[in-house]
Each structure stands twice: as C-alpha cells, then as structure tokens.
C-alpha cells in the first residue's frame, strides 16, 4: 500500500500547482504567470524557500509572521521576475485563496513593482493589511482600521 502525497506540505509546491491547475475548480482561481517549464533550477530552490516561508507564515505568531513576510521579500531577487506569479500563487497553498491579494501587497509593497524594507514599512494590521511607515496611523484614503499591527 502506498501513502498519497500531502501536497499541502511545502515540499510538494511543484505537485501541488500541477494538481491546482487540472482540477477545474482550482484552475479558475489560479493566476500563474506561465508553465512551469519557464522556471530555472535556481527559480525552483527559491519558490521551493518561499513555499517553506508562507508555511511558517500559517503557523506563527507575529514575530515569526513578520520574519516568513522578510524572507519572502529577501528571495524574490532569486526568482526571474517573471516568476514572481508562482511565488503568489503559492500563498494558497498553506493559507486560503483570498489571502493571496493581501499578503503579497503586503510583501511587494503598496505600488506596483515596489519593494519595501521591514525598518520603513509594516503592514498595518489583519484588518486591512495595507503597509504603512514605521510609527505612523493607516493613512490609505478610507481606510477604518486601528493602525496597529496584529499580524505580519
């Protein structure tokens, strides 16, 4: 008898996006940059970390969330950045499909393309995680959260 690969576990990032994306509700919600044929051997060992980081991100407090959210951001520069895609896509592997847009605003930074440090930036808070500067309220337009950070 042979055991079914677990392929919420990390390790299974590869299986785990070939499945996501044959089976036809999964595929619908997926939003992958291109095959993964594209992807280098270092592509690979860097979503491979990632997949091991938004893992830890599941499973921590929020000392440890905000150390799997640095990570993240420290390997990006290891992925092509037209991989960047699979890196997000991967969020729902350990968390949940809607967690995708929020944690990886949270990672790549308000604006498009840019990139911000743990000591200028911290998401705000699980309510509405924009980022925001160190010491600072919200300040995104409409924005009701408390400012404070409960999670990241």
């Not at 042979?2 to 299974?12: E, F, G, I, Q, V």
């Not at 990632?50 to 520069?77: K, M, Q, T």
């Not at 500067?133 to 408390?146: L, Y």
Request: a negative charge.
């Amino acid at each position: 008898m042979t055991r079914a690969k677990d392929l919420n576990a990390p390790h299974n990032w590869r299986e785990w996006i070939v499945a996501c994306s044959r089976d036809e509700w999964s595929s619908k919600r997926l939003q992958l940059p291109g095959s993964l044929a594209m992807l280098t051997g270092q592509d690979c060992r860097a979503l491979g970390a990632i997949a091991h980081c938004w893992a830890l991100y599941a499973a921590s407090d929020e000392p440890g969330g905000r150390g799997a959210l640095a990570a993240v951001r420290a390997l990006l520069p290891g992925l092509q950045a037209k991989c960047h895609g699979f890196a997000r896509e991967l969020i729902a592997q350990s968390l949940d499909w809607d967690d995708r847009e929020p944690l990886w605003n949270a990672v790549v930074g308000v604006r498009a393309g840019e990139m911000v440090t743990d000591d200028e930036h911290v998401p705000c808070c699980g309510e509405c995680f924009h980022l925001r500067h160190v010491g600072a309220e919200c300040g995104v337009n409409g924005c009701k959260c408390s400012g404070t950070s409960s999670k990241a």
